[in-house]
């Protein structure tokens, strides 16, 4: 698991952007003091995340209003179809950290 930020950057039903390791930067949520770490790029256009609305568990893209579910990344509206990718997360003693190395998280969720 890699550090990602501490979980006291993010406020409840925000999200903060974040790069590790050189790879494409990821969207860190705070929904109600859990934490879930995506892509922060929409599988539709070329948009952060991290810019658009929360609205309870979903983030609707800034560009086309396109929505996924931030905590499995299943697509939850048009014009976006392919699920964005998750990340297991989990949150030690304030660090957020996130399974990154080539893991697909989607079926490991914060522990």
Known sequence: ???VCMSSEIKPGEAKRV??????PLAVFNLDGKFFVTDD???HGDASLCDGEIDGDVVECPYHQG???????KPAGAPCTIPLRTYAT????????????????NADRQA
């Open 19 to 24: 790069e590790v390791d050189g790879r494409a």
């Open 41 to 43: 790029t929409c599988t």
């Open 67 to 73: 929505a996924f579910e931030i905590a499995t990344g």
């Open 1 to 3: 698991m890699k550090f």
């Open 90 to 105: 989990q949150v030690t003693e304030g660090q957020v950290f996130a399974r990154l190395d080539g893991e697909d998280g």
